[in-house]
């Protein structure tokens, strides 16, 4: 890893799940426990919007007290210790929890959302999600009722940043998988593209992932414990 100046690097739940925070398809994970189509696609949320939130509410209150692992912080010392050589770590995080940025991160790219916005469905006004925010919460911006929903892409809905995602990998000499078990598209595409462009491509998770055998390097572990092995 020495040498590469321009990472990309995408996150997973499992950057996470050291910190507490549940993945998605681990045994007993989300979607043992919530079907996709009840609470993660556009549909879900025109069908019964009070589900949804508290599909999220839920969630969001699965991170109160949760802090982040060592992994997030090896990775913010990573993007600090590239800068200072002129180089750049693009973060490309699927995780719509806050935990990259409190451990210092900066440059993320935070293609499915996040957790503590909402987004007003009519005009796509973004503020901070709070307590009382509801399906009936009317947009402050357009005045809209009814359109406040969780500001997460869902399933069937286009990840955001895949143009800046696209011209970091162009620009990229290593991509890195950490923590995501390589099942969701377009994030799942990733590494094939990087491999495209003939640059190593490093796994970093607990076991090998849905696309392990695009990878050219891969360490096997908990994130807490691999990545700041593998930073170092
Ligand atoms: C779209 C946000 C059109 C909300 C999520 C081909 C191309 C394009 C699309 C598709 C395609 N094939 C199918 C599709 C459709 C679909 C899709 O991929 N379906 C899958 C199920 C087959 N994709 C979409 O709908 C996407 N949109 O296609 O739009 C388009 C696309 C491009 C251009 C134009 C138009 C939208 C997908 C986004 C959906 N939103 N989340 C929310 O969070 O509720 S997805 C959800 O899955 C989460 O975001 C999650 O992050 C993501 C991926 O899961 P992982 O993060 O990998 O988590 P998982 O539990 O699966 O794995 C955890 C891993 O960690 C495991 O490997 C485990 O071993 C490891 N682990 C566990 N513990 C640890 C650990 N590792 C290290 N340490 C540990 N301690």
């Given at each position: 890893m020495q040498s590469a100046k321009n990472i990309v690097i995408l996150t997973g739940a499992g950057v996470s799940a050291d910190s507490g925070v549940a993945t998605f398809r681990d045994a007993g994970g989300i979607w043992a426990q919530y079907s996709i189509e009840e609470v993660a696609t556009p549909d879900a949320f025109s069908r019964d919007?009070?589900?949804?939130?508290?599909?999220?509410?839920?969630?969001?209150?699965?991170?109160?007290?949760?802090?982040?692992?060592?992994?997030?912080?090896?990775?913010?010392?990573?993007?600090?210790?590239?800068?200072?050589?002129?180089?750049?770590?693009?973060?490309?995080?699927?995780?719509?929890?806050?935990?990259?940025?409190?451990?210092?991160?900066?440059?993320i790219l935070a293609m499915h959302g996040a957790l503590a916005e909402a987004l007003c469905q009519f005009c796509?006004?973004?503020?901070?999600?709070?307590?009382?925010?509801?399906?009936?919460?009317?947009?402050?911006?357009?005045?809209?009722?009814?359109?406040?929903?969780?500001n997460v892409v869902w399933f069937g809905e286009v990840p955001h940043h895949l143009d800046a995602i696209a011209m970091a990998l162009a620009e990229a000499d290593m991509f890195v998988a950490i923590g995501t078990s390589g099942a969701v598209y377009p994030a799942a595409g990733l590494v094939a593209e990087a491999r495209s462009l003939h640059i190593p491509c490093v796994e970093l998770n607990l076991e090998p992932s849905d696309n392990a055998r695009l990878f050219t390097d891969r360490r096997y572990g908990k994130a807490s414990e691999v990545v700041p092995e593998w930073v170092e």
């Open positions: 919007p009070e589900k949804v939130h508290g599909f999220y509410n839920m969630r969001r209150a699965g991170l109160a007290g949760v802090e982040p692992n060592a992994a997030h912080f090896a990775l913010a010392r990573l993007e600090r210790e590239l800068a200072a050589r002129g180089g750049r770590l693009t973060l490309v995080s699927q995780n719509v929890d806050d935990l990259h940025r409190r451990a210092g991160s900066e440059n796509r006004h973004v503020v901070p999600w709070t307590e009382d925010l509801s399906a009936e919460t009317q947009c402050p911006d357009c005045g809209s009722a009814r359109g406040m929903r969780p």
